[in-house]
């Protein structure tokens, strides 16, 4: 039977939400991992009952959690991210060099192709690599001592690797993103990177043509079209039909071009989504209306969507890993709110559900499109 | 026996069934020599109570026994008697947080 699974990480658990095809009756499982945060679960595209979670608790560290029957059941696995060598400094929010450390994995990107293989990304910013299931892991350290490590800052939330994406056109092709560093790709399976971070401006950098330094906050690419990429930065929505060599902005008619999230509708690579947030300093939506924007054509034209969200006194927050589609004929996308709210839509937008009201603020949400 | 009391988390984490768990630690014993001991047993534990490369004890957690706070001595100086006897249990605490 086709449908779907929800794969929703909080600040005090994991939830896993499905439904058969109509998507229109949810069931809710969990919490797992209770008390923990869960910065994201996510399914092997290759073995969907795979399943990997990054587990983690200022008091208790990092473990990551594997399930091999879709959720069910879960066992730890190795949970020792050790940096290649000397890790060295980056620089600090006041620009002093500090000493890299490691803090929490923030993102879990299995293969496309082997369910034995996860790429994390962990904060501090690097890059770990998992060949057989999670028993261990080890840095591609290519990324962080590429040349420009010393010069990454961490955002407000920390210095963190959010965001793995694997082209599955140019095997060994992958797109990272890192707060406050910026956009970086690797055409070697991530033995050496370069960052592709040309057209992207920020405020806060006087060098136009600051080589690494942006705030990055999601990346995001349809699988039909891989050399189109789309960017929420922390400023401004943009675009590369380039690899990420260089970027334009496509934030067009937005209220606020600021916010987390990004995506693309599953079957129209044109159709991308986003969630207006009013501004770095005021992490809601703006007029307190909890609007999806959906553009048709690639960006710059959007269109508000409110069918079935709140549209008064709504506070929340969308958090960059917290939104996702499925691959249903009619697309579904999924996002989750810091108020603990999953929403969700099977007909690409035009209409939402709370298919989840009152779990812990989400962190993420990914799908899984079960045959 | 060693008598090893975790927090929830670890309990949950580790499966064990009741508050503490009992190990056989080898004389002289020390907060290393139970912390060992307890990640031999439960390897699951490795890195919730100590940092893996420094091996230095995570900011929140906290070791206690007899109604003393041991979180800043040496991990190789022998804990009290009473622990080393199964007299008294071996706390580890998670440090509390809250208003």
């Keep these: 039977m086709s449908g779907v699974r929800v794969l929703v990480g909080t600040r005090k658990g994991a939830f896993i939400i499905t439904a058969d095809a109509a998507r229109k009756d949810w069931d809710i499982s969990g919490p797992f991992f209770g008390g923990w945060e869960i910065y994201h679960v996510k399914g092997s595209p290759a073995d969907p009952n795979r399943l990997y979670a990054s587990q983690s608790s200022g008091w208790f560290g990092q473990l990551i959690q594997r399930s091999n029957d879709g959720g069910k059941t879960w066992d730890p696995v190795d949970n020792?991210?050790?940096?290649?060598?000397?890790?060295g400094t980056h620089m600090w929010y006041d620009g002093t060099p500090h000493p890299w450390e490691f803090k929490r994995v923030w993102h879990l990107e299995p293969s496309l192709t082997n369910p034995d293989i996860v790429y994390a990304g962990v904060e501090?910013?690097?890059?770990?690599?998992?060949?057989?299931?999670?028993?261990?892991?080890?840095?591609?350290?290519?990324?962080?001592?590429?040349?420009?490590?010393?010069?990454?800052?961490?955002?407000?939330?920390?210095?963190?690797?959010h965001t793995i994406i694997l082209d599955p056109h140019h095997p060994g092709r992958i797109y990272i993103a890192i707060s406050a560093a910026g956009a970086f790709r690797s055409d070697d399976d991530g033995a050496t990177w370069r960052p592709i971070n040309r057209g992207l401006k920020s405020q806060y950098i006087p060098d136009p043509d600051a080589e690494v330094g942006h705030c990055v906050h999601r990346l995001a690419m349809h699988p039909s079209n891989p050399n189109v990429l789309f960017m929420q930065k922390h400023w401004d929505v943009m675009r590369s039909d380039n690899g990420g060599d260089s970027w334009h902005e496509v934030s067009g008619n937005l209220p606020t071009d600021f916010g987390f999230v990004i995506d693309?509708?599953?079957?129209?690579?044109?159709?991308?989504?986003?969630?207006?947030?009013?501004?770095?300093?005021?992490?809601?939506?703006p007029d307190g209306k909890l609007r999806v924007y959906r553009s048709r054509s690639g960006g710059n034209d959007w269109e508000a969507l409110t069918n079935g969200l709140p549209q008064r006194?709504?506070?929340?927050?969308?958090?960059?890993?917290?939104?996702?589609?499925?691959?249903?004929?009619?697309?579904?996308?999924?996002f989750g709110t810091t108020g603990g709210q999953v929403y969700a839509s099977s007909n690409a937008g035009d209409s939402w559900t709370a298919i989840a009201q009152n779990l812990p603020p989400v962190i993420s949400v990914e799908v899984q499109t079960l045959t | 026996m060693i008598r090893v009391f975790l927090p929830a988390h670890l309990r949950t984490l580790a499966r064990v069934a009741g508050d503490e768990v009992e190990l056989d630690v080898p004389a002289p014993v020390t907060t290393r020599a139970i912390l060992d001991a307890l990640e031999a047993r439960h390897p699951v534990l490795r890195g919730t109570i100590r940092?893996?490369?420094t091996r230095k004890r995570r900011d929140f957690v906290r070791f206690f026994a007899c109604e003393?706070?041991?979180?800043?001595?040496?991990?190789?100086?022998?804990?009290?008697?009473?622990?080393?006897?199964?007299?008294?249990?071996?706390l580890i605490i998670g440090a509390i947080a809250g208003g």
């Design chain 2, 68 to 90: 003393t706070d041991l979180s800043h001595e040496s991990v190789d100086c022998p804990v009290p008697s009473s622990v080393a006897a199964g007299l008294e249990p071996f």
């Design chain 1, 124 to 161: 501090d910013a690097a890059m770990f690599k998992t060949t057989d299931g999670g028993k261990s892991w080890a840095e591609l350290s290519g990324l962080r001592t590429h040349g420009t490590g010393s010069k990454w800052q961490p955002g407000a939330g920390g210095m963190c690797l």
């Design chain 1, 80 to 87: 020792t991210f050790a940096y290649d060598g000397v890790p």
């Design chain 2, 51 to 53: 940092d893996q490369a």
């Design chain 1, 264 to 285: 693309v509708h599953a079957h129209e690579p044109e159709t991308l989504y986003v969630v207006p947030i009013k501004s770095d300093s005021e992490h809601y939506p």
């Design chain 1, 313 to 334: 006194d709504c506070y929340v927050n969308v958090l960059r890993d917290a939104m996702a589609v499925d691959r249903l004929d009619s697309c579904g996308v999924y």
